[in-house]
Structure formats: structure tokens, C-alpha cells
């Protein structure tokens, strides 16, 4: 149509073609030229008439083009399945259709703003105005596509400004068909009977087929109460799956399966645990087994007695409120030792690195994995974050001339190295040991971490979700009282002819006092063994409480922040350290501030909340057992165990972080109270 409108080509050939014969014909015969001027004009005036009745119908085709196109826009708003509305630059209403109506449920809608029409947050907006996007929202028992885009509007008399263009499309059968998979997706959880071998020690036969009859039918029957099916690998490990709608009531409930264990007592002296790793994501079965086992391994990591599930790209922990009971074996320990032993003889060089800002405990079980390494002609470093007061106190002690202290002890002065020292002298044959800690974010070098890809891990804390993956062994046993515990153990198994110095032994004996307050708790018979035996080797407990006195300041510091404690709930006390120096004596104070509250009665949970200079944050958490902070720290992004954690934030203030803290707090003691409760109703 647009072409035969415009194809004016018969118009000015004949044109062309006059003017033409006109110079030839006025060049033969002059008397003709007026006649062919006059047929010029003729044709001229009615090529231009043309053109002119062309132009009409042009616009008139336009006109059609725009009313058709207007009409097909108006029915697709009107009549398409898709809600739409128009917000101005004030966020108010300003032009929505029918569907638009129909789906928020009201038709009074002008002036609205988006979160007044639809389930959006405050102030939504001025967050969708950010970007364009969509998300699903849920109206009633309706799901909807919204899907927002960002447009000029304007008013009249007014600027123009950047509005917001608001999809609505009806999603309900999709989504209660893909919730429907979701619930149905199969989820496999390991369950391993955590303490087995320490419940059944010293039983009898019948007793032992009594106790495991008792935890197999427990499982049994939380298998078929849920629907799902149990298949037993050996007596401490079986595989129960159920599906995912299944898992989600599990959650809510937090696993009473935990606490239907924990009742069984058949002649039992220990109570039975059982630790549960949960998977509900894989590509294939392969690959969600392969994920539960390692939720399984990062139950029993953190101390058994709890659920972990890996969903929805994340983990989430359930139970662990009981207290780690002591392994009584001693199996690990010694193929531990031997694996260490191996790899140590293969390396080229030895790191030993702690936590930062580090601890007696960091310190101690440090010394002794160079031991370790020394005694096996190794170049050997220990790689230190600066200097703290507990370092500071044991450089001092291993050069006093009064505690006779051999040269072998004054060795160690020299091989510690700050991170940018230790660096220069890595080799890729090199073998780091972490103790202490098994966080990158803990590490007292995260270059010197990241330098040597192989490592070990040697730690008593409860194994976090952001632990140090890439290991040729890990040894994380959270029921040790402290890492130097677990060296001095180690050591023994590793030569059983080497003996420690005064040096060493003290040093060893310090952390394990420390991380213990002095055997008071975490104690158990292999801690006192430990003991033992560093007394034997000449660790001088005179010496160790030396190292612990405080100058006045610490003193008079500590006081205040006793002083000044409160308790926002019954059983927790909390205190703030207000513009703090950011150094390591600042953390130490907090700590011991948080031992000394959580030891006034009726106090279970004690926190101190250091506000450092620089706009960070340190928590000290402390509890007498009856908690455990460490589920309460790792809300906050931290982690330690059960009596003992803490966490370290940037740019929070303690006005801002203590109602979550006592939020925290206060659901973990009420749990216990629930928890007493229940047994006194049984009981």
C-alpha cells in the first residue's frame, strides 16, 4: 500500500519525456515551442494535483495504521494475561488495567504505592527504581511473575522523571507444580551412632544388644513415621531417606530424633548419641550421597550429637546443645601421630602456624608440633601474627636465666617469624600445621596459608561451616580440653622416647590451664593425663600462674566491665569494653572478663562486646556448660564450642548487635528450660 501510494514514476516520465520533444521540436519548428510550453504547464499542474490527492490518502493510510495500532494495544492491555500498572516518579499510581485490579483484589488503587498494593517490603519503590527485575510474590493463594522495569513519566506542567512499569503474570500452576518436585525430591541422611564404643564399654552382651536394639528402633520408627526407609551399613552407621516436603517439618520440629537417643537407658552409664548428615541437592545419587556424607563428617567434626543439612546451597545445624563427652579410645591419636610422623619425613621444610593474636594455647601446642618436627631434623618455623601479651610472656620466660632452661628451649626464640619473614623461606616441598583454629580468617598469616598447600589441622574447636578445605589431614576433636592436650598426646604416640624439655612442657602446660581456667571445665581423663605427664617432664605450675598475672591497668579495666555488666535476661550477663585500643590485650581482657562474670550464680551465658577505636567489633562469649555459645556465636559469623567462642565484625556497633545477642541467648536457655521440663514430666 505504502509503495502504490509513493510510485510516482507514471507522473514524470510523461514529464520528461514533453520536455524532451519540447527542445527538440523548438529547435526544428520555434513556432511550436508555445504550444509544448503550454502542455508543460498543463502537465506540471497536474503532476503537482496528483501528488497533492497522494499526500491525502498517505496521511489517511497513517492515520488508519495508528488507530489499528492503538486498537491492538488497547486490547493486548485490556485482554492479555498479564497485569500491568504505571507508578510515577513519586512512587504514586498512576495508570494500571483491569487485570491489574483483579489480581491485587481492590480497585481503589490511585495514589497507591507499590508496597501498598503488593506484598513488598517498605519503602519498595525506591529499591525497584534501582534496577530493573522481576521476582515471584505470593497474593492469597495466588503466585505471580512481578516483573519491574524502570520508565520515564511525567505530569502536566511538570518535569519528566523515572517512573516504574509493574508486570503482574499469573505463575500458580508452575510453581504449586514446581513445589510439588521440590517436595518430592528424595533426601538421603547418614546417621552414625556417634559415642558407640563409649556406651557399650563395659556392658555385657545382653545390655549391648539391649542399648542398640533400643537406638535401631528408634530410627526405625522415625523412618516409617516420615515415610521414608532405613537401610543399616553396620551397627554404628545406617541410611534413612525420606523426601524434602518431609525434611522441611523436620527442621521446624529441630530433630526430636536427637533428644528420643539421648532418652535411652537400658543399663546404659553414657548416654547414646547419634550425629545425622543431611543432602536433599546433587546432580545425580552419587553426588547427594557424597553430600550427605560430608554433612555427616562436619556433624561429627563439630562434636557429634546434632543434625547438619546441606539445602538450598547452604548448611544449617541443628542440635549440639549437649556437652562433648570425652573420647575414651585412643586409636586416632595414634594413627594420627604415625600419619603426621610420614608426612613431616616427606616435607622439605616445617610451618607451624596458630590463630592470630595468639593464646597460650595457640603458643603452646605450636612448640610442641616443632618439637615434633625438630626431632626429626627438619627446618622449622613458627609463623606468629605480632606480638601479643601471651606471646610477649612466653619469649620472656624461655630467656629467664633463673628457670634453667636449656638451650634447646631458647631455639624456638629464633624460629619464630612474623607472615612476610616465614614467606621467603617456603619451598614447594614445605608442610604447614595449623592449631589451634581451622578458619582462613583465623590464621595468624592467610599468605603463608595460602603458600603451602599442604596442611594439617590440629584443633579442639567445633569444626565451622567455613573450615580450611584443602588438608592432607585434619584432627578436630571438640571434647579435648585444648589443642596442647591433644599435641602432648600426639607427641607421645609420635616417638615414645621423646621426652620434653622444662620449656616446652611448661608452655604445653600453660594452654592447657588456660583454654581449662585451671581444670575448672572441658576436663576429662585424658586432659589430666596430659597433665600428668608435662608435670613429669618439668612443667612448673609456679611459672604458668606467673605468666597469667594481669599489670594494674588490665586489672582496674576488668573491674569496670564487671561493674558495669547487666543482665538483660535471666541466667545471661553482658558488658561493653567502649573504645578499645585494637590490640590484642583488648581481646584478652574481654575474655577474661567473660570467665570471671559466667561464674556468678545463676549466670549460664556471660558476653562482652569490645568496640574497638577502628569501628570493629570483638565478642568473648563464655558459658558454665549449660549452654552453648558456640551455636549462639556462629549466628553472628563466628564459632569456638560449647563453653567457649567468640566472632569478630567490622563496621557494627554493640547498640546495634546486642538485641540479636540477646535474641540468641535467650532461645538457647529457653530450650534447655523446655528441655528440663520434659524430663520432669517423664521423670
Partial sequence: MFNKIWDSRSDI?????????????????????????????????YNKKSLRSKEVRFNSYLDTVVRNIERTNHHAVQNLDIGMAVFAKDGKLQWKNELFSKY???????????????????????TLSVKDGERLIQIEDRYYNLKHCRVQTSEKGEKKGTGLMVYLSDVTDFELLRQKYDNEKLCLAYVRFDNYEDVMKGMSE????????????VLSKWAEEENGFISRSNKELCLIGFNQAVLRDLMEQKFPVLDSVREIHVGNKITPTVSIGIACEGDNLEELSQNAVKALDLALGRGGDQVVVAVDGGTQFFGGTTTVTAKSTRVRARIVAHTIHEQIIAAD?????GHMMEDFDSIGSAIGVAKMALSLQKETYIVVSGETDALDKIKEMLQRDELKLIQDDEQYLELMLEGPEAMAHITPGSLLFLVDHHRPMLCASKEVMEAIPKRIIIDHHRRAED?????????????????????TELVGYFNDRLEFTKGEATALYAGIVV???????????????????????????????????????????????????????????????????????????????????VAISGIYVSVVIVEYVDGSLGISARSDGTVNVQIIMEELGGGGHQTVAGVQLDNKRAVDIMPQIISLAKKQLEEIDNNESDLTARY
Fill in 515 to 597: 583454654d581449662t581456667k585451671n581444670f575448672a571445665v572441658q576436663t576429662g581423663e585424658r586432659t589430666f593425663e596430659a597433665a600428668a605427664l608435662l608435670r613429669r617432664s618439668g612443667a612448673d605450675p609456679t611459672v604458668v600462674r606467673q605468666l597469667f598475672k594481669d599489670d594494674m591497668e588490665t586489672f582496674q579495666i576488668r573491674s569496670r566491665l564487671i561493674a558495669e555488666a547487666e543482665s538483660p535476661e535471666p541466667g545471661l550477663i553482658v558488658s561493653v569494653y567502649e573504645q578499645a585500643p585494637k590490640e590484642a590485650k583488648s581481646s584478652v581482657i574481654a575474655a577474661q572478663t567473660a570467665d570471671t562474670m
Fill in 104 to 126: 491485587v483484589g481492590t480497585k481503589n488503587l490511585e495514589g497507591k504505592r507499590p508496597e501498598d498494593v503488593l506484598p513488598l517490603p517498605a519503602n519498595a519503590f525506591d
Fill in 206 to 217: 545382653t545390655t549391648r544388644a539391649n542399648i542398640s536394639g533400643e537406638v535401631n528402633e
Fill in 13 to 45: 516520465i510523461p514529464l520528461i519525456l514533453i520536455v524532451f520533444l519540447t527542445f527538440i521540436i523548438g529547435f526544428y519548428e520555434p513556432l511550436w515551442i508555445p504550444v509544448c510550453i503550454l502542455l508543460i504547464g498543463l502537465l506540471y499542474y
Fill in 467 to 487: 573450615a580450611i578445605k584443602e588438608t592432607v589431614l585434619q584432627y578436630m576433636e571438640p571434647s579435648s580440653s585444648s589443642t596442647s592436650e591433644l599435641v
Fill in 349 to 353: 621444610k616445617v610451618f607451624v602456624m
